[in-house]
């Protein structure tokens, strides 16, 4: 019988639509994978409430499953333990990176009004002269960063703890 | 149904999230910035995803097999029971803010407690959108000390905001036996210390923003019974239009 570890594996195949360099697995929103009398199921998280990609993350998901010979699995969505950027893989903020998305830094938001934002290098010239342009960005999960030095600006995958 | 308070309870709840949302989305392309442009429907598309979880559970309590589609597109206006505050027009941006900003220092403190509900699925939404929930009221927050304290102008404008939104406040804190039953089932935590929380927030930011709170203690609600201002059947026609025009789509 095919492993966890083996639909792990395969899974590391299937990409974040959003930000196709990472995967799901580097996104951490894989819970688990456990078959249930000759089913697989597998438990995902979403990133933010309203992500759009979820849906098509479920489907891109059982269409891989299938190309490996997998036919009875289902996705199931779970809200709790709720997502964080601690999940993402040490992988991933490598791939983030050198995607030109500055990774999440291990600091918790601020919330104290007007507090000095997050300081987050610049993932081109790795200056930590930049600036927060926006708390929001392009997607749920990133705010808008401009570097001083370089003038590179660039997306940063905020932290969410 | 398994238990008719809690679904009333997350009606009131989804509907708060699902009818602020849109009025949010309603900015899409018109932001004053691109930033703020972005940051309205960012904000909104959190709104619905946590009106979409909320009504989705609300429906599996009713077991009438109604999904957040069902319960959020094709109710009728008076089944709606969402606060009149959320489905005031969006004015100007200060208006958007001051709307957003007297909301999200109710929301915040309000998942605070519901974190800790003995209902594990009510638990968990609440949990995800806290974290989603701080993020926006430090922006509405920030906005409305930076518009208060700004120009002369932002302020007189930013203050008429908070004169016409007021009387919709505290409507937030309408509680019946929808709310007295779930406390009594350990579902709804003591849900008393909000408004303190909430006052003392809403008093800190407008001192830094140098507004007033308005002398008039007039109070306007009846969103909670389904008894909605003229703008809402407008919105709800642009909300279900999609349903009400080709029944049962899906994307
Ligand atoms: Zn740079």
């Known amino acids: 019988m095919v492993s966890k570890e083996q639909i792990y594996n395969w899974l590391e195949e299937v990409s974040d639509p959003e930000i196709p360099v990472l995967s799901v697995i580097d996104l951490g929103v894989i819970r688990d994978a456990k078959n249930i009398d000759g089913e697989w199921l597998i438990t995902i998280t979403p990133t933010y409430s309203g992500c759009p990609a979820m849906k098509t993350m479920e489907e891109d998901i059982l269409s891989k499953l299938k190309t490996k010979g997998i036919d009875t699995a289902r996705v199931e969505l779970v809200l709790a333990p709720a997502w964080s950027t601690d999940w993402l893989s040490e992988n991933g903020r490598v791939k983030l990176r050198e995607y030109g998305i500055a990774p999440p830094e291990h600091e918790v938001d601020k919330s104290v009004l007007f507090a000095a934002p997050t300081i987050v290098p610049c993932p081109k010239c790795h200056s930590k002269n930049t600036r927060m342009v926006s708390q929001f960005g392009s997607t749920a999960c990133k705010a808008m960063y401009q570097c001083n030095d370089c003038q590179e600006p660039y997306d940063y995958f905020k932290c969410l703890k | ?251």
Request: with cysteine.
């Open chain 2, 1 to 251: 149904m398994k238990n008719e308070a809690l679904f009333r309870y997350l009606l009131r709840l989804g509907d708060d999230s699902l009818i602020l949302g849109q009025r949010l989305a309603e900015w899409c392309g018109h932001g004053p910035i691109l930033e703020e442009d972005i940051a309205m429907t960012n904000i909104s598309l959190d709104l619905i995803g946590q009106a979409m979880s909320l009504l989705d559970y609300a429906g599996v309590i009713e077991g009438k097999e109604r999904n957040c589609d069902k319960l959020g597109l094709l109710r009728y206006e008076k089944e709606y029971v969402n606060v009149l505050l959320v489905e005031q027009p969006n004015g100007d941006f200060g208006d958007t803010i001051m709307r957003q900003f007297l909301f999200d220092a109710f929301r915040k403190p309000l998942y605070e407690k519901l974190v800790n509900s003995s209902d594990k699925q009510l638990a968990a939404i609440a949990e995800k959108s806290l974290k989603e929930t701080r993020y926006h009221l430090k922006h509405s927050s920030e906005w409305v000390i930076r518009l208060g304290d700004g120009t002369e102008e932002s302020h007189e404008r930013v203050q008429n905001s908070l004169d016409t939104l007021w009387r919709f406040a505290d409507e937030l804190f309408y509680t019946d036996e929808v709310e007295a039953q779930l406390t009594g089932e350990g579902i709804l935590p003591d849900l008393s210390e909000i408004k303190t929380e909430w006052e003392s927030t809403v008093k800190h930011v407008f001192s830094e923003a140098t507004l007033e709170i308005p002398a008039n203690n007039w109070k306007f609600e009846g969103g909670r019974k389904g008894r909605h201002s003229e703008h809402f059947g407008h919105l709800l026609s642009e909300l279900q239009y999609m349903q009400r025009a080709y029944p049962n789509m899906e994307w």
